[in-house]
């Protein structure tokens, strides 16, 4: 459930029995639950239930009780982050498309050269990725496949966001790799598939000097259901 309709449904209850929430909670998980709150605050979490609780006139704790009242009790925002006009005009921009698909790319052909290459860069020459032979007699997929890492490395390109003649973000001065969220790879990418990725951005943050992105990105191949990675990308632009 997420933390705005916990907060509704719970907000009646609350009022009715102030210290209800008091004798949930022993005081380890009032930590992990301030902790939380100090965590979210920090995000676009907080502003989110704050936003809620405004718009339902509940921007008020009905809880009595110190300790409840600290533990239901969204902090106080921090103040905003003062961004440059360049970063102020990027954000206005990114921000209506959360949520939405904002690339889709170009298919890409994966050949067994690009595999061997790959395997010789990182020294990751399991049979099932180079041995075509043994690949179709032993392996249940009847020929060789992808690298993960393989495919995790050609998103940059998939995604068109290595493209100096097309920068995505012109007025950014450097553009980030800060990290993946999470990585999976639900589907084996054979040799000889085509792949493309498609892009949805989840978030648009700011942060000291510029903005941090969170893209979910999905390497689709080409007549399969099933895409052969799927990873959540955090970019940080600087300006």
């Not at 930590?31 to 509940?58: C, H, I, P």
């Not at 921007?59 to 982050?81: F, L, M, Y």
């Not at 003062?82 to 206005?92: H, P």
């Not at 040799?191 to 951005?201: D, P, Q, Y």
Request: glycine share 4%.
């Amino acid at each position: 459930m997420k933390v705005v309709d916990f907060i509704k449904t719970k907000r009646e209850i609350l009022a009715n029995n102030p210290l209800e929430l008091k004798d949930w909670l022993s005081p380890s998980l009032r930590d992990y639950w301030m902790e939380f709150l100090n965590k979210a605050n920090q995000t676009q979490l907080a502003s989110q239930v704050r936003e809620s609780l405004v718009s339902n006139g509940q921007a008020t704790s009905a809880v009595n009780g110190s300790d409840a009242e600290q533990a239901i009790a969204v902090e106080p925002a921090k103040p905003a982050i003062e961004l440059s006009a360049e970063a102020q005009a990027e954000y206005d921009t990114l921000l209506p498309q959360v949520g939405e698909e904002i690339h889709v790319g170009e298919w890409l052909h994966l050949d067994q050269k690009r595999i061997n290459e790959f395997a010789n860069v990182t020294m990751d020459h399991q049979w099932v990725h180079t041995d075509p032979e043994r690949a179709a007699s032993e392996s249940p997929f009847k020929t060789t496949i992808a690298h993960g890492f393989l495919t995790l490395s050609l998103i940059p390109y998939l995604s068109d966001s290595v493209n100096p003649e097309q920068p995505q973000h012109p007025n950014a001065k450097m553009v980030v790799n800060y990290g993946l969220n999470q990585v999976r790879f639900p589907y084996p990418l054979k040799v000889g598939n085509n792949v493309r990725a498609r892009t949805k951005l989840l978030s648009v943050t700011p942060i000291k000097r510029g903005l941090e992105l969170v893209k979910e990105m999905k390497v689709e191949i080409e007549g399969c259901r099933r895409p052969a990675c799927v990873t959540e990308s955090v970019i940080r632009l600087y300006f």
